[in-house]
């Protein structure tokens, strides 16, 4: 068992590295002021499909230094991620955040099936209801599939895109996301690894148009939303 595991693992890893698009670069080139920032990090009980501690830093680190305004984020799950997105934005800010309706199929779903992640049983944004962070958080229960992005539409400052990891969602939410966040803005993606094809398919299909780029020593991908042309 834990030899197929390991073999696995390799064997994804050779894939990713010679098929992946995206340019891997130091947290630093991204964010320059990354080693003065004053991060806000709340408890951590952590799922199985939570961002790991420090990826979860980067993000706070990410939003301190971006300060939005308006933050969207593609898949509440647990909130959170939520939680410290609304703990890190200034004053004020307010975070929307999309997950699938309560009776959706898939919170039945066994978690084997590809793309739908450990969302059984998990309350979507269960880890910040009741916090003072909670007040600036409004929960949208919506396939995003179905998500109507007009209203949101050049609006959003920070974008954070870890719904489901299957193709075809990745590819519309992706697409969501450049509508809905203004140009200078920033999108983040999660699991753009080796594990995760669908992820790194959507992503890589718009790497000879956008400047993507992958966060080194994470699954992060991130983009800052190119001014569009006339």
């Known amino acids: ?18 098929t992946r698009k995206l340019p891997f670069v130091d947290p630093l080139v991204v964010w320059p002021g990354l080693s003065s920032a004053d991060v806000r990090m709340r408890p951590f009980a952590g799922k199985p499909d939570n961002v790991d501690r420090y990826e979860l830093a980067l993000i706070c680190a990410a939003v301190r230094l971006a300060a939005p305004r308006s933050m969207f984020e ?50 979507p944004g269960e880890r910040f209801h009741g916090t003072p962070e909670g007040a600036r958080i409004d929960q949208i229960y919506c396939d995003s599939m179905d998500f109507d992005p007009r209203p949101f539409a050049g609006s959003i400052d920070f974008c954070f895109v870890d719904a489901s990891h299957a193709y075809e969602h990745v590819k519309k939410d992706t697409d969501n996301a450049l509508r809905i966040t203004r140009p200078g803005g920033t999108i983040l993606w999660h699991d753009y690894s080796r594990w995760w094809t669908g992820v790194q398919r959507a992503l890589d299909e718009r790497a000879s148009e956008l400047p993507l780029r992958a966060i080194r020593r994470t699954s992060l991908a991130t983009l800052v939303v190119p001014a569009r042309s006339s």
């Open 1 to 18: 068992m834990a030899i197929g595991h390991t073999l696995k693992r390799k064997l994804a890893g050779v894939r990713f590295r010679a």
């Open 74 to 123: 593609f898949g509440t799950y647990d909130g959170l991620t939520s939680w410290h997105l609304a703990a890190n934005a200034p004053e004020g800010a307010r975070l929307h955040t999309l997950d699938l309706p309560i009776d959706h199929p898939t919170r039945r779903a066994d978690a084997s099936v590809p793309g739908t992640g450990h969302v059984k049983d998990v309350i």
